[in-house]
Nanobody
């Protein structure tokens, strides 16, 4: 079992930055691919970013490329999402996800509870 706890969400003005963190329990964190998804009001959950288990490869939704950076610290059992140049359309509940293989299928084995990010214009 892997438990995921997100933190770092909040209210920020457009153009600002936030860093989300996702702390994972379990001794095999280094063996899990990790990612971030988000669900905006009235919309379906969508993929935002992912990182391989080693942290060596990253993947992004096109609209966040160049603005968001995902990173994985296996020593701290934590994955981060550094968000910059935030836009009102980035407003959503952000969810951390983990899977032994990949999260990019949209069906990861584990989900966090979510953290709200609100970007004001």
């Amino acid at each position: 079992q892997v438990q995921l706890v997100e933190s770092g969400g909040g209210l920020v003005q457009a153009g600002g930055s936030l860093r989300l963190s996702c702390a994972a329990s379990g001794r095999t964190f280094s063996g899990y691919a990790m990612g971030w998804f988000r669900r905006a009001p009235g919309k379906e959950r969508e993929f935002v970013a992912a990182v391989t288990s080693s942290g060596g490869f990253t993947f992004y939704k096109d609209s966040v490329k160049g603005r968001f950076t995902i990173s994985k610290d296996n020593a701290k059992n934590t994955v981060y999402l550094q968000m910059g140049s935030l836009k009102p359309e980035d407003t959503a509940v952000y969810y951390c996800a983990a899977d032994p293989r990949t999260v990019r299928t949209g069906q990861p084995a584990y989900w966090g509870q979510g953290t709200q990010v609100t970007v004001s214009s």
